[in-house]
Structures are given as structure tokens and as C-alpha cells.
DNA sequence: GATGAATGAGACTTCATTCAT
DNA sequence: GATGAATGAAGTCTCATTCAT
């Protein structure tokens, strides 16, 4: 987080909050972290908190919203800027997030996968805004695959529906984030980016470690 | 659930206990359910469950290992019996988990998506017992996919590494569950399995309704 | 209170915690006593009172018809099995409420008046279930105090509406009750006594200490 | 409140808050309402409040203060003005208070009652201030009644020693206030107002609406 | 052996109050 | 000097769990 992008001392509080709340969220799930346990993690009173967030579902809400613009923005736009051909695109997106998991599994001894599909599948029904927020966030997401797939189209290398494959890649990417989670294995994401490399028909392009 | 299964009174109630709480535990996740609901719903003694199992975990490590059963028997080994192409077997698969899952639309409004995924992200990293539970269960839904992958490339449909190929079936079948639940909509089962048939070889296999 | 009429555990540990929590409502206001507090002093666990009341207003709902019974069998029940005659009623519950004041002066230096009251006119609004009740008990006060209008003018001590009657006497009582505890004077009560004596026709009637 | 009264800023400031907790705590109690929504509604800053009081209990007996002031020169005040005559003057204090109390239900569905018996009756043991401070109010109230008593005697309509006739009056008024309160019902202030002239002898006066 | 009753710990939230700019 | 920001304490309520009959 760039601390200079919240000018008043409240809004870095609450930047600082949510961070603090997402991270926790990410690793436990939201009724696992308790309030107090954010509050001591932040380094702020709970009171403090209270001032920023109506309740915790707000808190939560909040902790999506940044999860969803920070994968977006590392991963997604990063990748898009820095590769112009799709399957580059694609590839830069799996190493990124591969890479990013190795990290994790070195510095806590576990991988946390998408920081988003824990905290839906919890929060989902009693929280329907929550789910409006990850929907958000995941229709971006099918929009990056979306167009990767419709300039593999246009190079030849695949066809069909430009959106179905967006959808197909974006299921594939959270079943990796999910499989890899569950079995602590990064090696999953790398073979669901190797199958999405297929999807878009680029089956020889090889995912650099 | 086969009440016939449990002879004794005991084995009776503490399946009927399993069941209910495995349902509100995929519904509402496993701390937005009180121990006190789940004796509500399941009309037993609080203390009851806690003759049956050691703790609320224990109860959760059961309601995984019920679900994981459950799928199993329910959609692959169905599946499994009722076909022997590699096609049918993927077609059977998917139209059991679309269907099921538009009942669930149909009954309550919303649609669950898979019954442990939502466990084990939750409860992962502070119940170990869960996450080798569900990793057992992943796996026998991977053999299943890997079998077919096998069978398709025996038949000349596509060709490269069966167990990777179940993996990426799996991946995708996760995805899709997720994807479901978070838009209540079923059509993105329906989607996953195109891309799977697609993956094995048989593009121009349909998805009956 | 008379813990043989509450014959099962739980109805005597239920009758405890009402009783505790009016005599400290009466006291100190509804917002002035935490739930810790009642719970400390009927020597209960805070969670076993949210065993028997929904919540804290429940709570103070039950107190008020506690000492709404209270109130009405010791002071008016009572004092109308005792006696025949419109003034010796009137005298009688002016005595009584008189030296039960007495009495909470010298045992705690302090006055507390209606044990109604106060509640009702701290949380009328915010509940209108305790507003319900207090009309109700003041609705059979106020027939007490109508039943001796109506005989002291079948004795032609005085004519007018016996429910007009009966509602001044009964206003009457709730001044006393508001002055004496103010002013910690419970001379103030009987000073009301005898202008009711008077208002029903017997002004010669003496009140015995 | 005439602003004018309160020439320096400040003194507008804290006046204007005085006001504000004043209406608040009449109507929610001293315990139901917080510095929070106080401030809120008086468009302050909290810190504001505390730069005029000392703590909340201070703003409380200034409310009390203000309410007693305000009572006395809206009613007892302006009805010993316009008329000499004791029934006169019974009879404008309770038409006063009956419009006001209609006006009250009128606008907010109910009535208010007295501005300080509430609060007196939820504070009076753990802030003796506000005890001694209501003591002063009902005193010079009583004071009122006991002059309009004198006048009564004088003219003979009425014999007695006219203090306790005044605290008749009083308590009558303090019964009228919390019956009408509870009952949602401004009529109940008429009934003591036909009771007080019968107290003192005029039992013909009519009360205007 | 099954269940009503009880509990300590901790959940979320709000309070009155003060700090620091 | 006024206000946004912060806080410790305390509030109500619920949790998973166990006792005692």
C-alpha cells in the first residue's frame, strides 16, 4: 500500500485497518479473526475501528474491495501492461501469481490462494453485498481472460465464444487458487496456467518458473 | 441418506446429527453456525452431541467426510456406473451437479456449490484434520477425472499426462462450483462442463439439459 | 417471594434473577445497572439470564410485572381483605406504603417510591411492552382506588364520577411516591393520604403512623 | 429561548447545547441518549461539549436547570401574570400544560410529561446535584400552589394550612404528569386540574380547552 | 443414559472522555 | 480555539462446553 495516496491521518488509519483486516481475513476467515485481534494487529484501539467501520461486515466489505483492486492491479493490469500478445499475458499472470504464492509458502509454511473466494463462500448469503463486491471483482477478472481470449482469436490460434473461454479461464483460475490452498502445492497454479495456455491455443508456450 | 445403514438407535442419531449440521455448515459456513442451532434443527440434546463427538471440530471433520461421501457415491460413482464413455461419464457428472443444483435454486432461492470447498478454505489452516479429510476427497474426485482423461486418450481424443489432465477436470469443477454459488447461477456448471468435454477430446459432445 | 410456588429449578433460578434485577432497577434505573451487576448479585452467570430473558429489556419487563404483583397484593390486596370501609382501605395502604418507606429509609438512608414508575417513565418509549404492563398495573390501582370512591359515595361521604375519583387518588399516589423519593421525606406519603381521606369524604380520618 | 438573552458566542453556544440535551433527555432519559448523538443534534463538536461541561452529568443538571427555569416562566410565571384570581391561576397553569402536552402528541404521537421528574427519578441517588437541584424547582412549584392556596383560603372557599394544600397541588401535578405520560393521554391533566379546583374550593370552575 | 441447567470466556459494539493538531 | 482522531473501560449478548440430576 502507498501511504501517500491518503493524505489526511484518518484515511491512513482506515487504509492501514484494512489492510491489517484483509490480511487476517485472507489467512483465517472472517469469523475466525475477532475484532479485538484486528485491533491489536493494527495497533489501534478497537474503538478506532469502530470509528471508520459501521460493523465488521462493513470491515469485510472493505477488505474485499481492497483485495479485489490489489489483485487487479498486481496481477492483472501489471501483466496487460507489460505484454501486449496473449498468451505473454496469460503467462505473466500465472508467473505472477505463482510467484506470489511461492513467497507465502516460504514465509508462513502455507499459501493463502484468491484473498476473495474465502471470505464470498463464508459471507456470501448473509452478506449480500459482499457477494455484489466479489461479483464485481470476478467480472473484471472474466474481462481480462475475456479479452486474452479474443486476441488468441484473432491470431488464429483458437475459436469459439470470447466470453465462454474468459469464464472458463477465470473457473480455472479459482480452482487453482482453491486446489493450491487446500493441498499447500503452488505446482497447481502453474498446471491450470498451462491448461488455460491450451484453452487459448497456445499449448507450446512454456511457463517460465 | 440410507437410515437402514445405521442399525442402532446410536449410529441413527449421530448421522442424523452429521447430516444436519453438514447442511447448515455449507450453507452458512462452520462458525456462522452455533452449536445450540444445529441441536435446534437436528431436535436433540446439546449435550447429546457432545456424547457423539469431541468437539464442534469433530462434528465438522464428520460433516466433511459425509459430504465428500456423499458427492462421491452420488455424482461419480453414478456416473461412473451408469456409463462407460469418457464423454457420458463427464456429461453424466456435470447434468447430476447442474441439476442438483438448480433443485437448490428452485428450493431456496440459492445455490450451495460444493459442500466442502467452503469447509476447508474456512478451517483449513486451524483444523489440519479437515484439510487432510478434504485433500483424501480431492483426490478421489481427481482418480475419478484422471480415469476419464484416460479413457479418452485411449480412444484417441486427445493425448498428453491423464493425471494432469484430472487435475485440470477437477480445477475446473472447483471453479465452477465457486463461480456458481457467488452469481446463484447454474449455467456456469453447465459452462465448466463444456470446457471440460472440451478438454478431453469431444467438443461436439452436448450437454443434455 | 415465596420460592415454593416456582417448584422446577429453573422457574426458582428465573424467579431469583427477576427479583434481583427489580429491587436494583428500582434503585438505580433501567441504564444504570449493567447485566454483570444483577448477574453478580443474584450470584448467577450472565449467560444463564440470557437463558430465561431474551435480552435485557425482557429482563426489566419481567421486573416490572414483578413488582407490579408485588405491589398490588401487599399494599391493595391486602389492605382491602383487611378492612370494609372506603377510608379504613385508604388508610390502610397509606400505612403500609408509608412504613415500607420507613422501613428503606433507615435500612439504606434512602427512599425509593414506586417501583413502577420510574422504569416505565425512563423507558416508556423505547418499549412500549413495559408501557403496556405499567398501564395495566396502574389500570387495577386505579381500580382499587375507584372500588373506594364508589363505596365512600354509597356511604354519601361525597359524589362526583367514581372513576374520576379513583383516577385523583390514584395520581395522588403517584405524586406522593414521586416527591417523597425526591425529597427522601416519607412524611410526603402521608400527606397524601389524608388528602385522599379528604377527597373521599373523611377528613376526620386520622392516619395511624 | 430567546437567544438575545445570551450575548457572546459562547454563551449562545452552551445555551444552544443546554437546550438540545435537555429536549433529548426528556424524552430518551439520561442513560438512553449519548454525548455522541447529542452533539450530532446540536451540531457541535463533542469536544465542544466538554470544553462547556465538565462531564455528562453536569450537561444533565444544566437540562435539569434549564427545564425547571423554563417551566416556572412558561407556566407558573406567566399564569401568576395574567391572573389575580386563585382559581384563574389554577385554571391557566392547567390549560397550559394540557395545550402543551397536545401539542407534544400532536407532533411526535406523544407526551412528554414533566421535563424533571424523569430525570430526578433515574438520577436522584447517583447525583445528588440533580437532586438537590430538582428539590429547588419542586419547591418553588409547591410555592406556587401554596399562594394560590392562601388566595383561596382568604376568600373562603377553602380552610386548611395552605402549604399542605400546596403540596396536595403538587403532588396532584407531579401524578397528572406521569399518568399522561404513560397513558399517552393529555386528558389525564384536565382530571388534576378539576381535582386541584375542587382542592381548593372552587369545585364549579370550568377548564377551558 | 439423556437432558435441563449452568458457566467462563470471549464475541461485537458503544460509552464517556481526552489528545493533538 | 475548535475539531478530527483516538482511547480504555464497559456495555450487551453468545459461544462452546460441562455439570448435575
Redesign the interface.
Known sequence: MNYADFPTKGERTRAHIVATAAEMFW??????VSVDEIANAASVNKATIYRYFADKGDLALAATRHQGILTLEQIFEASFAAHKAPDQRLIAIYTKAYRGNIEMKQERG?LL?CPV??L???????MPEI?RE??HI?DRVQSYFTGIARDAIAAGRTDGAPD?IG??L???????C??S???AEPE?IL??G??SL??IGYPEAALAI
Open positions: 489467512q483465517r476467515s472472517f469469523n475466525g502455507d490462494g473466494l474465502g464470498v463462500l463464508e459471507l456470501g448469503f448473509e457477494r466479489a461479483g470476478f465462454k469464464r472458463a477465470m473457473q480455472l483460475h479459482h480452482g487453482a482453491a486446489s490452498r487446500i493441498a497447481y498446471d491450470a498451462r491448461t491450451q484453452l
